[in-house]
């Protein structure tokens, strides 16, 4: 028969190992998910769609200082990720929108409370030319 205090410990002892595999799982996706979002402008251009549907040409007005070619690979990978969505309409003209995906939708909450810890703990400090 096993004692409380060893069997205490065979629990604490899974439940430490589950817990590794959680933290390191978490850390795996959260790894993923930088990766992914710290490319430059991905995060920008997300942001920018979650006001809407928008073409080509408004949505690098709205993104002031991306290029052509940047955008167009930016909406590349987030449309091959399933964030973005593009719509094709038959013209003429032929024109394409960009719209959130559902999985771009549900990214919005945390980029907000990312955004929202950047303002309280990442002052902005104006680079020096």
Avoid at 40 to 61: C, D, H, K, M, Y
Avoid at 104 to 129: D, I
Wanted: hydrophobic content about 45%.
């Amino acid at each position: 028969m096993k004692s409380s205090t060893s069997e205490g410990a065979e629990i604490q002892g899974k439940s430490s190992v589950s817990c590794v595999a959680a933290v390191s799982a978490c850390d795996e996706a959260l790894a993923r998910a930088f990766r992914f979002l710290g490319k430059r402008w991905s995060g920008v251009i997300l942001g920018t769609l979650a006001n809407g549907p928008v073409g080509f040409a408004e949505l690098r007005r709205r993104v002031a200082g991306i290029s052509d070619s940047v955008l167009a690979e930016r909406l590349s990978d987030l449309q091959v990720a399933g964030l973005v969505l593009r719509d094709v309409q038959p013209g003429p003209p032929v024109s394409v929108t960009y719209a959130l995906a559902p999985a771009g939708s549900a990214l919005l909450p945390a980029m907000h409370e990312l955004s929202v810890w950047a303002s309280v703990n990442l002052p902005f400090t104006e680079v020096q030319p």
